[in-house]
């Protein structure tokens, strides 16, 4: 039978199958948003794709879907005493059920938006992700600066979405809509944030500082211990174990017991306590604000007294905090696998890894020429416990450092030395040692 013959085709010519997905729509907002509220969503923002906010992520939505020319950002909130509880266990099923919701809300919604003749896509709150691109940007959409854009909240010093009403305890969603929107939202004009320290005070490795800043491989290492690389590392352990009894001197029979649970039921949070202690939103601050000493005796020192153990990274500043913050802990240093594949990933990753204390004594310049596989030239200064990394060679450096791009990796990755490597001429020095090795410790070994 010929395509033009097939029963399908005459009917859907004939107008009778399906509606003409080809012609743009222009969706009302208000429609729109009422849609995914009656979906369950408890509140949502619509942004064009067009707009400055997205500007550093647009490539890789439309990579996802090219038609993308709305994104509707929208949220769940979570029980707040779930998440304020000492019980990981109880807090990780309120995370897991609400971002259920919201990927069941998207797809429903997408599925409405299909019916009106409306081409949409759902990309996931959280996972599954694109793992194929680990350790490099495994997500397809990045759901907090588009709801900061939507107008849904603005980010904490704590890296959270703050929504003006419910506060930090939401979570988001994002949908690529093709159709043009009758209005758009805007970000609202102040932020929720108090500054009030709190999350400071009870992150167990001091991620993020009192002046705002954040070290990434120290969340990274301990909250999602259970995630992507800490499961690398515990493969890893088994790996190398020579056996049962030597496996039980590296792993403990509750954190294998742990990891099953995360494998049956879905990754765990080692922490997040950051979003348990925060007292900001309408809802959420009354409270707080009557009764700041019963805020911290309830929600705060629980968590800075439980007894648990920290995993953190060897010449971490997150080892260092957690030893002299929570002596009480067990602190237990683990592999680190945020270690690129590429040079273009290490000069990328280099910010999320630096340790800004082990840093303290350095002020340098470094010129990195890679030759081989991947030729790439670069400057990292670091300054005043800040690293700057910069395209091409800029100023005048205090140490040059030509290497065999396939070598320099392996040596990031442990997979070669680096004596081995100067003496083979592989990595090549223009500059004292001594900064090579001041480079080194400003990063976790």
């Given at each position: ?140 959409v990045s759901h907090k600066p588009i709801a900061v854009a939507a107008g849904l909240g603005k980010m904490g010093i704590h890296r959270n979405v703050i929504h003006p009403r419910f506060g930090n305890f939401i979570l988001l969603g994002t949908l690529l809509v093709d159709a043009e929107v009758s209005e ?216 040059q450092i030509t290497a065999d791009a396939k070598t320099w990796i392996g040596f990031l990755r442990k997979e070669k030395n680096i004596v081995w490597a100067l003496l083979r001429r592989k990595v090549r020095l223009n500059g004292p040692l001594k900064l090579l090795l001041a480079f080194g410790n400003c990063?976790?070994?």
């Open positions: 039978m010929k395509l033009a013959e097939h029963p399908a085709v005459i009917k859907y010519r004939e107008g009778g199958a399906t509606k003409d997905s080809q012609a743009l729509q222009t969706l009302d907002a208000q429609w729109l948003q009422k849609l995914v509220l009656d979906a369950g969503g408890d509140d949502v923002g619509v942004v064009k794709i067009d707009r400055p906010e997205v500007d550093d992520q647009r490539e890789d939505i439309l990579q996802a879907f090219p038609r993308t020319r709305v994104l509707v950002s929208y949220i769940v909130r979570m029980n707040r005493e779930s998440l304020r509880t000492p019980a990981r266990s109880i807090a990780n099923m309120e995370f897991h059920h609400a971002g259920d919701e919201i990927n069941e809300i998207g797809r429903a919604v997408v599925r409405t938006l299909e019916e009106q003749g409306v081409k949409a896509l759902n990309p996931a709150m959280g996972f599954p992700m694109e793992m194929e691109k680990f350790p490099g940007k495994v997500w397809v758009q939202a805007q970000p609202i004009d102040y932020n929720p944030c108090l500054e009030c320290k709190l999350c400071v005070a009870a992150c167990p490795v001091g991620a993020i500082s009192p002046t705002g800043d954040f070290n990434f491989s120290a969340c990274y290492t301990h909250n999602y211990r259970e995630f992507m690389g800490g499961f690398t590392d515990w493969t890893e352990q088994v790996a190398e174990a020579k056996g049962a009894i030597d496996y039980r001197s590296r792993v403990t029979d509750s954190e294998s017991a742990s990891m099953w649970q995360s494998l049956s039921f879905g990754a765990n949070y080692k922490a997040a306590y950051c979003l348990s202690v925060c007292p900001a939103g309408e809802e959420v601050i009354g409270p707080y604000l009557e009764d700041k000493k019963a805020h911290l005796r309830e929600n705060v020192r629980p968590l800075q007294e439980k007894i648990e153990t920290v995993y953190v990274l060897n010449n971490s500043d997150a080892a260092e905090h957690a030893r002299k913050r929570f002596p009480h802990k067990q602190v237990k240093q683990v592999g680190n696998t945020l270690r690129p594949n590429t040079i273009e990933g290490f000069l990328l990753g280099a910010s999320l890894v630096f340790q800004p204390e082990k840093s303290a004594n350095l002020s340098a310049r470094y010129h990195f020429s890679f030759t081989g596989e991947e030729e790439h030239k670069a400057t990292i200064t670091i300054r005043d416990k800040t690293i700057r990394i910069e395209e091409g060679h800029i100023g005048k450096p205090d140490l990063f976790p070994q």
